[in-house]
């Protein structure tokens, strides 16, 4: 069974801070990594995806990725009230033709960022 | 802006009753999914499309089915609801290009009783 690995939280950091969410995964032949964020009785958006090893750096949010030790993580600068939301990680399943066509998706990290 | 819309935003059936549940996006996507989210289970894929009349099975199919005789258009249908079936509903879709950069509808919050 491919998973995919978060700390549910919840993640309670003031404002101005840095917030670190993690994600492990299971699967070693997995590509494609994606962060989404959801807010309460909102659905899911993409924030951030990463495809190779090391960061990436879109405004406050820098993903980081490690295939080696199987973990990708989620940086977010300067955090804001604003950011309180559900972090969602999910993952390319690798492998076989069927398995590599969906995601497999963490159960999300709560983050409060408090003022 | 990528839109995806769902026919119902909260719905109530009963158990037996079948049960559609539409999605439509207006960007032109080849990719279109099916999930239930359910608290302390996560995201679960129910079906998937790659393209007007293709589905595939996700990792919970049993009990439903789906439809895509239009690409911007993907349904979800409930044979004979059950208790077990109360659950939100996401659909989502992406382009062909880019399959799990994936956009999401506000969901169909749906409840059998």
């Known amino acids: 069974q491919k998973e995919v690995e978060q700390n549910s939280g919840p993640l309670s950091v003031p404002e101005g801070a840095i917030a670190s969410l993690n994600c492990t995964y299971s699967d070693r032949g997995s590509q494609s990594f994606f962060w989404y964020r959801q807010y309460s009785g909102k659905s899911p958006e993409l924030i951030m995806s990463i495809y190779s090893n090391g960061d990436k750096e879109d405004g406050r949010f820098t993903a980081q990725l490690n295939k080696a030790s199987q973990y990708v993580s989620l940086l977010i600068r300067d955090s804001q009230p604003s950011d309180s939301a559900t972090y969602l990680c999910a993952v390319r399943g690798g492998g076989n033709a069927g398995n590599n066509r969906k995601l497999i998706w963490g159960l999300g990290t709560s983050l409060a960022v408090n003022p | 802006d990528v839109k995806v819309t769902q026919s119902s935003r909260y719905l109530v059936k009963r158990t037996g009753e079948k049960v559609f549940l539409e999605c439509v996006q207006d960007?032109?996507?080849?990719?279109m999914f099916w999930y239930r989210q359910d608290p302390g289970l996560g995201l679960r894929l129910i079906y998937f499309s790659y393209d007007v009349k293709m589905k595939e099975k996700g990792d919970i199919p049993e009990g439903y089915s789906v439809s895509r005789e239009k690409k911007e258009r993907f349904s979800l249908i409930l044979e004979s609801a059950s208790t077990n079936q109360t659950s939100m509903y996401l659909c989502?879709?992406?382009?062909?290009?880019?399959?799990?950069?994936?956009?999401f509808g506000p969901g169909t919050r749906l409840t059998v009783t």
């Open positions: 989502a879709s992406s382009p062909l290009g880019a399959p799990y950069e994936q956009y």
């Open positions: 960007m032109d996507h080849e990719n």
